[in-house]
């Protein structure tokens, strides 16, 4: 996801490598202002930036520590935009959040992102659907929380988006939610017939947030419009979508520098759980290929179950891990969204979750082999691998679909499956894979 602005960084870095004179730093910061300007960063945030970093280099001497350590903590004073971190809650009562942003931007799929993303942390989240523009709005929102088991208020009869607004909020005050999520309508370009729809949903609202969705595929587009937004109506937080992909990174820069709101999340694929909180210090760890440790422990503390994690360790170690607890680990695993998101945030694994093509785990075929192998197995036999014998075997693979050879390869590998979790099972197993990833790549930057 950060791949054009990581490879910069590392390609300019490495110009000053072994030398450490005038013109090797020089030639440095061309190489980062070319790759910055192909990274969609403004031309104003890039020259203040590098005349920085040169000045500061200059001054601690030059040579790559110092040139790497200016860099890091100007990118990062440019991203710390003072106001509010991540979620935020209201003192008390229903915490009330508008979404708002162009047609296509990513508003809805987002507002599901941060339910889904309240909800693993225990909040109770209503979503509003307030999007009556588009005729299969309603439909889209309806699916998708369906899909992530969330309660969405909704009026098909109803014309007035600020009328479900108002509704929305005394069901979600009497249901004595945590949250309400608002989705809207957008448009294709800022116009007075959006910014009065939105003017009068927030009237009746009074919200807590108005979070600003930026597609930051529109790169110095979502900038200006961003602006815009905030100077009509007023917004307190920006999340940027689609930066995964072929986005460029830059813009994050920009928005901080130019909108001076803060970057509050960023989605990172098309699923559910593609959400992240925008933490400027971690970003720029990763940014300099250095991953983000801190950010997938948040991530997966708060979607492992420790209960259940505990109840599952126990089997492992006992040797009573089962087919269906293998489903359930790989339901969990879904939870956490797309491989590639995740591997770039172990240190050193930046450039391999760059050259990966993300895997879609759950459509995958081997998937769904699997379910359909799980599926033809009887109650008995999923809480008991052992029972399976050859005559059982061609059974399930009958049953499947399947050839014996492909059901004996499964089974394999789910014995395989089980040592390994046996392995890293407990605190000490994660400790092992830590220091495992640390060891792959201290410096960040490959020697
Ligand atoms: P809205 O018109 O602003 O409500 O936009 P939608 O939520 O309907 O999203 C438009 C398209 O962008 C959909 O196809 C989404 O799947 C896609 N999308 C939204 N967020 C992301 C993201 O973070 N990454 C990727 N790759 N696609 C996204
Ligand atoms: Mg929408």
Partial sequence: MFEILTDSFKSAINKIRFADDEKSLKKALDTLKKSLLKADVHYKVLKDLLSVVEIETKRDGIGQVNFLKSLKKNITDILVV??????????????????????????????VKLANYLKLRQKKVLVAACDLQRLAAVEQLKQLCVQSD?????????KNPATIAKQALKKATDGLYDVLLIDTAGRLAIDTELMEELFSVRKVIEPDEVFYVADSMSGQDAVRSAASFHEKIGISGVILSKFDGDSKGGVALGLAKQVGVPLRFIGVGEKVADLEIFIPERIVNRLMGEGDLEGLAEKTSAIIDEKQAKAINKKIKKGEFNFNDFL??????KKLGSMKSILGMIPGLSSVANQLKDVDLENSVEMKRIKAMIGSMTK??????????NTRKRRIATGAG???VQVNRFLKQFKNASKMAKQFSGK????????????????????
Avoid at 82 to 111: C, E, I, N, Y
Avoid at 380 to 389: G, I, T, V, Y
Avoid at 433 to 446: A, D, F, K, V
């Fill in 82 to 111: 003072s106001g509010k971190q991540g979620f935020v809650f209201a003192p008390k009562g229903v915490t009330k959040v508008l979404m708002a942003g162009l047609q296509g931007s990513g508003k809805t799929t987002t507002t």
């Fill in 150 to 158: 969330i309660d969405l208020y909704f009026d098909e009869q109803e």
């Fill in 328 to 333: 359930e680990q790989m339901e969990q695993m």
């Fill in 380 to 389: 008995k036999e999923r809480l008991e691998p052992a029972l399976l014998n």
């Fill in 402 to 404: 399947l050839s014996d």
């Fill in 428 to 447: 000490k197993g994660m400790q092992d894979l830590q220091n495992m990833l640390s060891q792959t790549n201290r410096g960040g930057i490959p020697r």
